[in-house]
């Protein structure tokens, strides 16, 4: 497994953009897909974004297509999302996830996860 752990939340007017950071350790990093997941109170976790292993794809969810890019620097061993155009309804606790050389969306599919991170955004 790989360790994971997220910076870069925080509060943030609406249209405003925020960056999250992913920092893997324990392993060897550009073989696993890296993806972003996130769950509001009340709600179910769902997927958000991912990066393939070597960086060569990224796939999304239609509610933050062209306003969130997923991306990662494997030198750093590090995953990032970046949020612009956040609306309130982005507001919620954001994960990363890692999964070896898995290309897919589903949640359970992903075997290492960060503590998760809050991202609000105001009206």
Do not use: H
């Not at 609306?87 to 897919?104: F, I, L, M, N, Q």
């Amino acid at each position: 497994q790989v360790q994971l752990v997220e910076s870069g939340g925080g509060l943030v007017q609406a249209g405003g953009s925020l960056k999250l950071s992913c920092a893997a350790s324990g392993t060897t990093f550009d073989s696993y897909t890296m993806g972003w997941f996130r769950q509001a109170p009340g709600k179910e976790r769902e997927f958000v974004g991912a990066i393939t292993w070597s960086g060569s794809r990224t796939y999304y969810a239609d509610s933050v297509k062209g306003r969130f890019t997923v991306s990662r620097d494997n030198a750093k061993n590090t995953a990032y999302l970046q949020m612009n155009g956040l609306k309130p309804e982005d507001t919620a606790v954001y994960y990363c996830a890692a999964e070896r050389y898995y290309s897919g969306s589903y949640d359970t599919a992903f075997g290492s996860w960060g503590q998760g991170i809050q991202v609000t955004v105001s009206s």
